[in-house]
């Protein structure tokens, strides 16, 4: 973390339609925030889809017995 707190300068983002000035240390922190979120949105979706994929076969099984 204090390496991200001396990175103080200033650098120019572009993201989609927005251009903004910003101290590194605030680039830094928001790219690793967007990193979270979306691995943690895709681990969700990725959970959600196997837990319907076993309730579908466990009912399927339960069906054959």
């Known amino acids: 973390f204090r390496s991200i707190a001396q990175n103080t300068a200033k650098t120019t983002v572009r993201f989609l339609v927005w251009e903004g000035q910003v101290s590194v240390a605030v680039a830094l922190l928001a790219a690793t925030a967007a990193g979270i979120l979306l691995?943690?949105?895709?681990g969700t979706l990725r959970i959600l889809q196997l837990r319907r994929r076993t309730k579908r076969a466990q009912k399927a099984q339960r069906k054959r017995r």
């Open 39 to 42: 691995t943690a949105a895709a």
